[in-house]
């Protein structure tokens, strides 16, 4: 009985596998930093996962005296990702000054 309710299972459209991972996915914190010291500049802990909504950081004036700055962000997702980007744009006084995108071709999961 168990193998004939699975056959009529109805295979996921891919629109509905992308809702299931972005319901599963979950960006846990991300920080800006210092690259040659590693001094923590500004750390965010809000989830910024939402896709298609602008989310705004607050970083000290400082930061703009390091030389070299790094990223790291951190995420989660419950669900097998494939072909993941993310892409990050920063604006300065509603002006766009950077965007990077980021590729990862493997399977996360």
């Not at 590693?38 to 989310?55: F, L, N, P, Y």
């Not at 669900?79 to 006084?93: A, G, P, S, T, Y």
Request: proline share 3%; glycine share 6%; hydrophobic share 35%.
């Amino acid at each position: 009985m168990a193998l004939a309710s699975a056959a009529t299972k109805s295979p996921k459209t891919p629109a509905s596998r992308s809702q299931e991972i972005l319901a599963g996915f979950k960006l846990n914190w991300m920080n800006l930093r210092d690259a040659d010291t590693g001094k923590i500049w500004w750390q965010g802990e809000d989830d910024m996962s939402a896709s298609g909504t602008e989310h705004k950081a607050h970083v000290p004036k400082q930061l703009l005296k390091c030389k070299r700055i790094s990223r790291e962000i951190n995420f989660s997702s419950a669900e097998q990702m494939e072909n993941f980007r993310l892409e990050q744009r920063i604006l300065f006084k509603d002006k766009l000054i950077e965007g990077t995108e980021y590729k990862h071709g493997h399977n996360f999961g």
